[in-house]
Nanobody, 125 residues
Framework: QVQLVESGGGSVQAGGSLRLSCAVF????????MGWFRRAPGKEREGVAS????????AYADSVKGRFTISHDNAKNTLYLQMNSLKPEDTAIYYC??????????????????WGQGTQVTVSS
């Protein structure tokens, strides 16, 4: 049905930038919720940001607000996460996810229908 393919992870120095991509294949509607989550070693998975493609409405975790920007390119069927001013605490495996419903309580990871394979982001101090 739906496949999410992530790219763009890597290593960067603190204060640097990185752009993650998540290509969406096989979706059947143009309006859905997409989110970015991350999991650091020894910590629970946490929501980073979300976007509802029908309206462009976005939401961010307080820890990344002002530094990260989530966007969706409808023409390319691709989700992005632009990460600026990266900090060592941003180091984690980042996952993109898709939910056919709206983005209410977007930070609840169990509600999403599809997940990407994850991409490693490492920020050195």
């Amino acid at each position: 049905q739906v496949q999410l393919v992530e790219s763009g992870g890597g290593s960067v120095q603190a204060g640097g930038s990185l752009r993650l991509s998540c290509a969406v294949f096989g979706y059947t509607t143009s309006s859905y919720c997409m989110g970015w989550f991350r999991r650091a070693p020894g910590k629970e998975r946490e929501g980073v940001a979300s976007i509802y493609t029908g309206t462009g409405s976005t939401a961010y975790a307080d820890s990344v607000k002002g530094r990260f920007t989530i966007s969706h390119d409808n023409a390319k069927n691709t989700l992005y996460l632009q990460m600026n001013s990266l900090k060592p605490e941003d180091t984690a495996i980042y996952y993109c996810a898709l939910d056919w419903a709206g983005c209410g309580r977007w930070y609840m990871s169990d509600r999403y229908n599809y997940w990407g394979q994850g991409t490693q982001v490492t920020v050195s101090s």
